[in-house]
């Protein structure tokens, strides 16, 4: 028997209604690619978005065409977002940091019609542009005044573009699951896959995020919104805010110390998310100018695992609570979020700072598990490590126009990552599967070695990598970058890390590099030092 409620769709911009109609007074404050601050309200962001999904009519754009969009976090951004989805089409974020060969790739096949682009980003875009052979239109995010000369087809300014347009569009209306966005993931062999949110997918995912044991919003709060629109679906929050009638400050293309302290502080933001780069960044302010952080109450860190020294750093010198999340692209992408929970209550601080450098637990809407090599399922012991397997309405079923099978029997998900879950819960990623150190029949986690290795002066970023060895089958190369003008030597280093981690996960070598490679998406290139560094000996 069916229960008898209202086949009420999950469509993502009754998000945008309900937030315009109950908070539509609520401020919404971008730092403007152009310069000066940009004040609006939730209410008006609707109206644009409608005029947006006018506009994209009038420009032919049907249900379940792909809309490109290069652009940083900023009001326009998310209108633009909300009137692609209610006009049934697809927003499809690029993420400029991208190489221009992947970049060339992702437009072609996802066929994208029209790109909207920052200012920023025309430079990018004119270079690549003869490659977009399904681009007919740009729409470059500004007003007349601020237009450039450009050689983009059909280029127009974005107010010009909707001032052509009324707002009294109705947003369409169609299946929950149909397609609402695109986002490639940079993928470290191999061509970018796409996952493809839903409507249904990017509800469900912002109203879990906006759980109280997970970002929890609620309409007080002023949220800086730093993690990128065009990185892994900007962790929900353009959905998780207006749902929520939070706040919303976007921080334009000013991704650096001092512009994000100065948001922070005039707009009294306090809850905030970004990767750990962005953070050293602002740390680094803070200690320079000796400034401290009022009105901040939480940060949440991702994507990247947080170094305890962030984590002691928020927490103890500057008050602010640290929320470590994880995810990827394929999750939509939160996976869990390291809150502590009633039975962690009895920990002392010390245990308490520990315990937050575990990437956490699951909200309600994710399923995790650790499997071994052969698929047997692995306890909740805290200790066995294996592959972290998900599955959830927020996590994907396979990739953009590729014919190859993703999840395994009973609808696994593998996430690539090899962790392990303790008896509360919490989830600690030790590696990627990819980059997994094993000596010895024994894996080594690189993340700890790491995470041990930047907590010695000096030391401004690490990297682990496995190097074959004779007798261990692999070893650990350690490879450091020195802070500016530090003349410290690799022997420092390995004595530091003495007592810090297992004696035998003691890095056989350090070598000093200027610089370590990056992807796009901020992480450590451990393919490209791997054969960098596969002719390197060890000397024991
Ligand atoms: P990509 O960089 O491949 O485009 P994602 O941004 O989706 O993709 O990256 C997801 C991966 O990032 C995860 O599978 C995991 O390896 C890593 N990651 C994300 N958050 C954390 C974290 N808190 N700690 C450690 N690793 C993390």
Same mark, same amino acid.
């Not at 150190?437 to 030391?459: H, R, Y």
């Not at 692999?474 to 003349?487: C, H, K, M, T, Y």
């Given at each position: ?31 403007? #690619?152009?310069?000066? &601050?940009?004040? /609006? ?8 978005? @409608?005029?947006? !999904?006018? *506009? ?78 399904? #681009?007919?239109?740009? &729409?470059?995010? /500004? ?8 050689? @983009?087809?059909? !280029?127009? *300014? ?383």
């Amino acid at each position: 028997m069916l229960g008898l409620m209202q086949d009420y769709p999950l469509l993502a911009h009754t998000i945008l209604d309900h937030g315009a109609l109950n908070h539509g007074e609520r401020e919404m404050v971008t730092r403007s #690619v152009e310069g000066p &601050i940009r004040r /609006t309200t939730l209410a008006d962001v609707r109206r644009r978005s @409608l005029r947006v !999904a006018r *506009a994209l009519e009038l420009e032919g754009v049907k249900l379940g065409d792909r809309i490109a969009t290069m652009a940083w976090n900023t009001e326009r951004h998310l209108e633009v977002w909300f009137g692609i989805m209610g006009n049934g089409a697809i927003y499809h974020t690029l993420n400029p940091r991208l190489f221009a060969e992947q970049l060339d790739y992702i437009v072609n096949h996802a066929e994208d019609e029209i790109m909207f682009v920052d200012l920023t980003f025309v430079p990018i875009v004119e270079a690549l542009q003869s490659k977009f052979g399904t #681009v007919r239109k740009y &729409i470059l995010l /500004t007003d007349s005044e601020h237009m450039p000369e450009t050689n @983009l087809p059909n !280029a127009v *300014a974005y107010e010009d573009w909707i001032d052509s347009a009324d707002d009294d569009f109705i947003w369409k209306s169609f299946d929950e699951n149909t397609a609402a966005g695109l986002c490639y993931t940079s993928g470290t062999t191999g061509n970018p896959k796409g996952v493809l949110y839903s409507h249904r997918s990017n509800v469900l995912h912002g109203l879990m995020v906006n759980q109280p044991d997970v970002f929890g919003l609620k309409s007080e709060d002023v949220i800086l919104a730093i993690v990128p629109m065009f990185h892994a679906n900007a962790w929900a929050l353009s959905f998780a805010a207006p749902a929520a009638g939070a706040k919303m400050v976007m921080p334009g293309a000013g991704m650096d110390g001092k512009s994000i302290y100065e948001l922070l502080e005039t707009e009294k933001v306090n809850c905030t998310a970004a990767v750990p780069t962005v953070w050293l960044g602002l740390l680094q302010y803070l200690e320079e100018t000796g400034q401290k952080l009022p009105y901040l109450e939480k940060v949440v860190i991702g994507g990247a695992a947080v170094p305890p020294m962030m984590i002691r750093k928020f927490e103890l010198d500057y008050g602010v609570e640290v929320i470590h999340g994880w995810g990827m692209t394929e999750m939509s992408p939160l996976g869990t979020t390291g809150k502590m929970k009633n039975a962690t209550s009895h920990l002392d601080q010390e245990a308490r700072l520990k315990l937050k450098e575990k990437q956490g637990r699951t909200p309600y809407g994710v399923e995790m598990k650790v499997v071994d090599d052969d698929g047997n399922d692995l306890p909740r012991d805290g200790k066995s490590a294996g592959h972290l397997l998900v599955k959830g309405p927020c996590v994907s079923s396979g990739y953009f126009r590729l014919d190859e099978q993703t999840l395994s029997d009973g609808g696994w998900f593998d996430t690539g990552d090899i962790a392990n879950i303790d008896p509360l819960g919490f989830m600690q990623i030790t590696d990627r599967d990819k980059d997994v150190i094993k000596s010895g029949g024994e894996w080594i986690s690189s993340i700890d070695v790491e995470n041990a290795a930047v907590g010695c002066p000096g030391v401004t970023e690490a990297a682990v990598i496995g190097l074959s060895h004779p007798k261990w089958t692999e070893r650990p190369l350690l490879i450091v970058v020195r802070d500016a003008g530090s003349d410290l030597e690799a022997d420092a280093v390995l004595a530091y890390l003495d007592g810090k981690i297992a004696k035998w996960w003691i890095p056989d070598d350090v070598v000093f590099v200027d610089e370590i490679p990056h992807t796009a998406t901020g992480k450590i290139q451990k393919m490209s030092l791997r054969e960098q560094f596969k002719d390197f000996e060890f000397s024991k």
